[in-house]
């Protein structure tokens, strides 16, 4: 998994690629961290470029949206597309986190 985060008009963008897997939860605490730090009022997770999710990375964006909404932020996933758009379907996460 590599990504990058930038905000935009109080709107915290972190752009996932890759794949996003049990192997990447040291690298995730990374983005929760800043999901905590930032001053930004709405947290948009793109996977636009993430090939790949399992279980574990379920549990991660689960994870990002509990510390979004403990800091009293909302978070939605983007560019959910072709295998993440199936795990994502198949495990109900868009009825926790909304999908743009």
Same mark, same amino acid.
């Given at each position: ?38 001053? +930004?009022?709405?947290?948009? #997770?793109? &996977? *636009?470029?993430? /090939?790949? %999710?399992?279980? +574990?990375?379920?549990?991660? #964006?689960? &994870? *990002?949206?509990? /510390?979004? %909404? ?6 939605? #996933? ?23």
């Amino acid at each position: 998994m590599d990504y990058r985060s930038e905000v935009r008009d109080q709107r915290l963008v972190i752009s996932i690629s890759g794949m996003l897997t049990f192997d990447d939860h040291e690298a995730f605490r990374r983005i929760v961290s800043e999901i905590a730090a930032c001053e +930004a009022t709405a947290i948009e #997770l793109s &996977l *636009a470029t993430t /090939k790949m %999710i399992d279980s +574990a990375g379920i549990g991660m #964006l689960l &994870l *990002a949206n509990d /510390k979004a %909404i403990k800091t009293g932020k909302a978070m939605c #996933l983007s560019g959910v597309t072709g295998h993440v758009a199936k795990v994502v379907e198949l495990s109900k996460i868009d009825q926790l986190i909304p999908v743009e």
